[in-house]
């Protein structure tokens, strides 16, 4: 086979999320000279970008101090805060707004727009944006550090033959590698594990949040308005909370988020939103209005006691990829913008070498906001009313209590069918669109060429048809917000089903990678381009 291309530049960046182009652009303002590009898997830059999102400008303020006078296309000033407990048939707007969920001065933006607008800023400044390009393996030096990574090849067959357009992927070499995936990165998994960089925190966690943006009748949305709900449809037993916020041009931006140490093997992400959307209290607001695009994601929510070493030789962790969204603000953008700039300029401080930023992190604001609110999240596996009294308390103290509360992985949480009394989800009847989960799909506007190889690795397919068909009823196929995976009646497998992987209606979410009990999913990156194609999420 003939030796792979080679691109050489001083940085390379993995994901062109709000870390990955604000750590560009702030390389760029202080060290123009040095030549950086930044990767991305996605068709084009905020293609694959999910996230609610309300965002904290300072930030912003410090990277770019002029963008309000020329904001992201869509960027509404926060307005009125609602926090409401609900009911299966009403609700209760508490008098309390929890004071991370107190919005004056913050802006709702669509993430993906805004990476959108934040490209072309990082391009004039001379940094290479390549969207298209999927990072499918780390390369290393011979001394055992990273020296960039190598890009998938594009025209292979599902069968692993080369097609005609067959185009072998790119050595892209570099002095440092940043590492700015978002939630749960393919590379990143991997040098976790090859460094040990997980050896002195506890196992990361994760929620999945699953968006739609609507269209509504003239008159229905109050630009600026924020609303968070928890309570039903979720149990007591299960983290799960609702975001409504209310653009402009009679949009709303609407979600749940489920977190994924959920217990019971039937429960089920994406039904809990679409039940959560016919509640009574939304129904009215909704009815009439018409999805303009949708999907899902996978949300770090391990926090301050689950942060991996965040260097290694020759490489960084930022943003998501690091775990650095705070739980209680509900909020993650302000901490990767924030990362992405404290990772610039210790690299220019200190001629382009990783050795440092781990502490140096630590020592930040963004790991002193972690560590106020580190026991919130965790305290909620202990039920809901236990989780609140915690969170009152936490907050009160301004996070000083003299403990901190561990995190298990998420995959261990799961218990086995009939292990103990599951609750009743109690559903009422949906009438909003979508109908089902492949409807839903549509709305993510995903594209995956079906003749390549599948991008869902699962290590022992035999599990599927016996054992987790026994323990747990193949929880892949609930918890899965895209209809990925089926069991299937096979009349030639061994025991008459078997695993079905409808691989290209994957949004890229990871939850699979995440929460299979077994820990037989792999999810690795598909040909470049290929995945959600989400408009202003």
């Known amino acids: 086979m003939s030796e792979r291309e080679t691109m050489e530049y001083d940085v390379v960046v993995v994901g062109a999320g709000p870390a990955g182009l604000s750590f560009a652009i702030r390389l760029k303002q202080l060290k123009p000279e040095v030549s ?14 999910l996230s609610g999102a309300v965002i904290e400008p300072q930030p912003l303020d410090a990277l770019l101090p002029g963008w309000r006078a020329n904001p992201p296309p869509i960027c509404v000033p926060a307005g009125e805060d609602e926090f409401w407990l609900l009911s299966k048939t009403g609700g209760r707007k508490l008098p309390v707004v929890p004071p991370g969920m107190r919005n004056h001065g913050n802006f709702i933006v669509s993430l993906g727009a805004m990476c959108a607008w934040l490209a072309p800023q990082a391009e004039a400044l001379g940094v290479d944006v390549f969207p298209g390009f999927a990072a499918a393996d780390n390369i290393y030096n011979e001394d055992g550090s990273v020296a960039g990574v190598r890009i998938g090849d594009m025209g292979v067959a599902k069968d692993g033959t080369h097609k005609s ?32 960089l997980d050896k002195d925190s506890d196992p990361q966690g994760y929620s999945i949040g699953i968006k739609e943006l609507w269209q509504l009748p003239l008159g229905r949305v109050t630009p600026g308005k924020i609303v968070h709900s928890f309570g039903w449809p979720a149990d007591t037993h299960t983290y799960g909370g609702s975001f409504m916020y209310h653009l402009d041009q009679d ?29 009574p209290m939304n129904l009215p607001l909704l009815e009439g209005g018409t999805i303009l695009s949708a999907g899902a994601r996978a949300i770090v929510t391990g926090g301050w006691q689950s942060l ?3 260097e290694m030789p020759g490489a960084l962790l930022i943003g998501d990829t690091a775990g650095l969204l705070n739980v209680p603000k509900v909020k993650g953008t302000h901490q990767a913008i924030r990362s992405g700039m404290l990772a610039a300029e210790h690299l220019v401080a200190n001629a ?37 009294l915690n969170a009152a308390w936490e907050t009160v103290t301004g996070g000083l209590s003299p403990w901190t509360l561990r995190n298990k992985p998420d995959w261990s949480s799961l218990h086995k069918l009939g292990q103990q009394e599951e609750p009743k989800r109690d559903y009422v009847q949906r009438t909003l669109p979508p109908r089902d989960r492949l409807a839903g799909v549509y709305f993510a506007a995903t594209e995956h060429d079906e003749d390549q190889p599948v991008h869902l690795k699962v290590a022992d397919t035999d599990i599927c048809a016996t054992k987790c068909v026994e323990e747990y009823d193949n929880p892949c196929t609930r918890f899965c917000p895209a209809n990925v995976y089926e069991m299937v009646a096979d009349v030639s497998a061994p025991h008459g089903k078997r695993l079905q992987i409808n691989s290209a209606n994957c949004v890229h979410c990871k939850t699979c990678d995440i929460k299979d009990p077994y820990e037989i999913i792999t999810w690795v990156t598909p040909e470049g381009g290929s995945g959600p194609n989400y408009q202003n999420l």
């Open 308 to 310: 991996p070493k965040c």
């Open 165 to 196: 357009g067959y185009t072998q992927g790119i050595d892209i070499k570099a002095k440092v590698t940043v590492l700015a995936e978002g939630a749960r990165g393919s590379l990143t998994k991997q040098l976790i594990k090859r460094y040990a």
């Open 251 to 279: 949009r709303i931006a609407l979600g749940y988020v489920s977190g994924l140490d959920y217990s019971d093997p039937n429960y089920q992400p994406w039904e809990a939103f679409q039940q959560w959307k016919n509640h």
């Open 352 to 388: 382009l070498d990783p050795a440092g930023f781990d502490a140096k992190l630590r020592g930040s604001d963004a790991m002193a906001e972690l560590k106020k609110v580190r026991n919130i999240k965790p305290a909620f596996k202990k039920g809901l009313w236990f989780g609140m």
């Open 36 to 49: 950086v590009c930044v990767i991305e898997k996605a068709s084009t830059v905020g293609a694959q970008i």
